[in-house]
């Protein structure tokens, strides 16, 4: 599968037509990536900074290979999208959970009680742990004011 990156000319011309403030980056990048991960091409990444002095935006930060990302961020990236990661943990949580409930367990706790049998809750420490894995990794650990 032969992917588009973007062009550092193109991304250029863009950004002075439309005025944005951020732009999202193909670089190598893989949207809605679930197993493995992608083959960034730091080297482009660069060329377009070169040409846009703006925010750079990575769709498809799942995939995104952590030690690819400080050299990312030196070079305009400053937002990731994990959606992907953050939906797998949740619901893996949920399942680990709901699997392991007694065969029929009062429903008011289990579901919308935001209680610790709440199996949204239970959702949440998965999201929770790669939130803080990612705050961590991309620099940011101390930051919020």
Not at 17 to 36: M, P, Q, S
């Amino acid at each position: 599968m032969m992917l588009k990156m973007t062009d550092p000319l193109e991304a250029k011309q863009f950004v002075e037509d439309t005025g944005i403030d951020c732009l999202a980056v193909a670089i190598g990048n893989v949207h809605l990536l679930t197993k493995g991960s992608a083959n960034i091409n730091i080297e482009r990444l660069k060329e377009i900074k070169k040409q846009v002095d703006l925010p750079l935006a990575v769709h498809g930060g799942t995939g995104f290979p952590d030690d690819q990302i400080k050299s990312s961020i030196e070079n305009g990236v400053s937002k990731f999208n994990v959606g992907t990661r953050l939906k797998t943990d949740f619901f893996n949580e949920v399942r680990k959970y709901v699997i392991g409930l007694e065969p029929e367990p009062f429903i008011h706790d289990i579901v919308g009680s935001h209680k610790e049998k709440d199996f949204l809750e239970q959702g949440k420490v998965g999201i929770k742990r790669n939130v803080k894995k990612f705050i961590n990794l991309y620099g940011s650990n101390g930051k919020a004011k």
